[in-house]
């Protein structure tokens, strides 16, 4: 993962694994089923990680389709995926890692699928791909993507992005091009309109609501959706989104705000009150907050990537998804990942206590010694390589 990107992947890591180790680790308490009204077929799952102390992580899991809604699935995937990191020395200071990975069903696994579901994932197009360079300002990237279903909807575009360090703001600018056909998306020409129609109080909406999440830390520039040409079967539309500002205080001031915003949220109990949130989650997520904070402020520290680049693509005649990067690193490599994955790991350790109920006792103390280990220990990256598989 780029070290310039990390924060994003963190998070998202975060929370997947805070909604997915109630399936992981307590079976006995499965989560509760919300009703969803959907028009065709639709897709959840769950993952399952195993750390053994050859330094394999297996990832297992299934994928489950739903056409309409039903009580059991239609069908279940099950999938693999392997990935990959290699770090080579090329010099004192300079480190060479390189990461390739695949991720994709079992063979025969679409076989019991329902052709509409199955028959879109070898017409997908998919792939993106971005270069990463060092500057004054901190890590930037240039990337572009596209990603394709026949005749129903096609994207192309590029994206920037800046990790700004010191008093160099962030930013992530992307634009697109869209094509809609209306009878595979289930649509009409006047749903879209409509839907372009509105794209000025939505950029409204999401400006002021991120603004105030993040006490106008992170900022909304642009975020729009014009029309190119609206005909009787397909749209042509153009988008656009830009966002400035710091990130990483911007993400630590809105998870401060979690448990406040959970609690609007709330339905409210006897006599019109909201109940309280317990101040033990209130301090959880104060102590998330920290984390990413002293993220920011490590993440370059004793290393930073030079150069590097990165590339996702499906195979549609295998259907797996294939992934390669490489990236120079300047400076102590092994000291860097340490003190990040520390800080990591103290992350997971807060989501820990949010889960120690849910999870269960004895599951709680065992994930807070592979915490308490993972944190203690000195990580020795440049000599060695990394690997997850699932097969």
Request: with cysteine; net charge negative; aromatic share 10%.
């Amino acid at each position: 993962m780029r070290s310039g990107v990390k924060i994003l992947g963190i998070l998202v890591m975060a929370l997947l694994l805070q909604s997915t180790m109630v399936t992981c680790l307590a079976e006995q308490q499965p989560p509760p089923k919300i009703p969803v009204r959907v028009k065709g077929p639709t897709a959840s799952g769950d993952v399952r990680l195993k750390i053994y102390p050859d330094e394999w992580i297996k990832v297992s899991g299934h994928i489950s389709t739903f056409s309409k809604p039903v009580e059991k699935p239609a069908a279940t995937i099950p999938y693999h995926a392997t990935y990959q990191c290699r770090y080579e020395p090329i010099s004192e200071d300079r480190v060479l890692m390189k990461c390739r990975g695949v991720i994709g069903p079992e063979p025969g696994a679409l076989e019991s699928v329902p052709e509409e579901f199955g028959g879109r994932l070898g017409e997908l197009e998919f792939s993106m791909s971005y270069a990463e360079k060092f500057t004054r300002s901190g890590p930037a990237y240039n990337g572009a993507f596209m990603i394709s279903l026949p005749e129903a909807f096609h994207a192309k575009g590029s994206f920037k992005a800046l990790d700004g360090i010191g008093p160099m703001e962030s930013s992530f600018t992307l634009h697109a091009d869209i094509t809609l056909w209306y009878s595979k998306l289930n649509t009409t020409r006047a749903d879209v309109e409509q839907m372009v129609g509105m794209f000025p109080f939505i950029k409204g909406f999401m400006a002021a609501l991120i603004e105030k999440l993040t006490e106008g830390e992170v900022r909304i520039s642009d975020l729009a959706l014009k029309p190119v040409e609206i005909g009787d079967e397909k749209a042509e539309l153009k988008f656009s989104f830009e966002s400035k500002g710091d990130f990483y205080e911007g993400l630590a001031k809105f998870i401060e705000k979690l448990p406040e915003f959970s609690k609007e949220m709330m339905p409210p109990i006897e006599g019109g009150v909201k109940p309280e949130i317990p101040p033990e989650v209130v301090e959880a997520f104060k102590g998330i907050a920290k984390y990413v904070r002293e993220l920011k402020d490590i993440r370059y520290e004793y290393a930073v990537p030079m150069s590097g680049n990165f590339s996702a693509s499906w195979d549609r005649v295998n259907t797996i998804l294939k992934i390669n990067s490489s990236t120079i690193y300047k400076g102590d490599l092994d000291k860097q990942f340490t003190e990040i994955l520390r800080i990591e790991c103290k992350m997971i350790g807060e989501l820990l206590k949010l889960m120690s109920e849910e999870v269960g006792e004895e599951q709680a103390e065992a994930m807070e010694k592979i915490l308490d280990l993972a944190t203690n220990s000195e990580y020795r990256f440049s000599e060695s390589s990394f690997k997850f598989s699932r097969r």
